[in-house]
């Protein structure tokens, strides 16, 4: 792959999935090298004019007020990491441990952050030797930024706290000399150009959306199957009703669901003589469902590329010609953008999923699965079939509904009053991820049942794009023949999503 250069640019999700997942390689761009230089200056000419500035030579939050001694700066920033380095809990993934430092690395080279090129040439080598932080995952409240998940990354920066590097667990100095690194001792403003920032959010929640959007696409595929299933029309999805009502998502969805279910011979076998005028909501409202799930990623999507591109630390460095410029003290920390869009997409695919499980209980269901066997059992009565993968789904949804609740209302003033509103971003960054993978394993169940609906149809066929992904489904897990262990078909279908295996059929 070629090199990602980053000069502070808005970044797509597919740039950061990119360097986060397939490990491709970063380098600087020239123009953020002079930025950084001349923004790194401007700081120095302030220490050798004695002036005080917020960060450079003082406390932090309440302690803001008192002045700093010019000997005792490189270990304010260093004290401020160790101290800030209070993360708990499980450390986040290697691939979004990969986005923070992408992201960090293209918010110092926008070149508003004071620091010294050498901390921002780090991050991208730690970045492309694969050395890793080790960063817990809870503990930012995304106020002053992600504090403490920033703080464990900078650690290992100074070579301190823990990193993973070649699938080892190991101390950061020691991951970096593996690497063929050096620790970088901090000079003044270089610690809290570190640690302020909405990074940890961006990278947790940039890398769900990103899933997020391949599931609402899939949604369509699987809701596609359960309609030949359940010998559903495919009349609802005309372009002129969504024409009509003319939201993106939605016409785009009608669109897809047209495409992959052109040239089937089960619609053909029931156009006529159907006593049925129209389906049931989970059926054809499809193109409106899905297609706001997807417009409201699509916000999503788009404050996060914003974001990735922005500067959010403090105080900021604007540095103008001929040396002079001005040290602002500003709020760029505050993660309410994120936090509100990730209590959206929360809200948008916890819906995703409501409408999935309905189709699933419609697969299954006698009462209302037309003529499909209960449960769709090899055997009725003897086996229970997918019953418990309805259940499963359910158990699933009620998760996803508690978790769909706003982390972005429930504010908590912290650090003595000083920073008394914050945005709780981290946590809707947190909350979004797992009710993705909620939604992944809903609609792995959605295709496992619908394609065992449709062998109840043979020897009529769907149309040929709803067999290959018939095929693919079969390919993961076999058809029931008799009752077996479902948790790990369901596994296995989820692992199958998140790996691509369906992607084909999500354009």
Known sequence: MDTLLLDGQALSLEEIAAVALDARPVGIAASALDRIAASR???????????????????????????????????????????????????????ESRAMLLLRANVLAKGFSGCRRELVELLVALLNAGVHPVIPEKGSVGASGDLAPLAHLALVAIGEGEAFYKSERLGGGEAQRRAGLKPLELAAKEGLALLNGTQAMTAVGGLSVVRGLRVVKLADVAGAMSLEALMGTPVAFDARIHEARPHAGQVAAAAHLQRLLAGSEIREAHREHDSRVQDAYCLRCMPQVHGAVRGALGHVQSVLEIEAGSATDNPLVFPEKGGAGEVISGGNFHGAPLAYAFDYAAIALTDLASITERRIDRLLNPDINEGLPAFLSPDAGLSSGFMMAQIVAAALINDCQVLAHPSSTGSIPTSGGKEDHVSMGMTGAIKLRQIVEHAERIVGIELMCAAQGLEHRRPLRSGALVEQVYGAVRSVVPRLEQDRVLATDIDSMAGAIRAGAFDAWCD
């Open 41 to 95: 200056k401007l700081i120095e000419g302030i220490l050798a004019a004695g002036q005080t500035v917020y960060g450079v030579n003082t406390g932090f939050g309440k302690l803001s007020d008192v002045r700093i001694p010019d000997g005792s700066l490189a270990q304010l920033q260093t004290n401020l990491v160790r101290s800030h380095a209070g993360g708990v809990g499980q450390p986040l993934s290697e691939a």
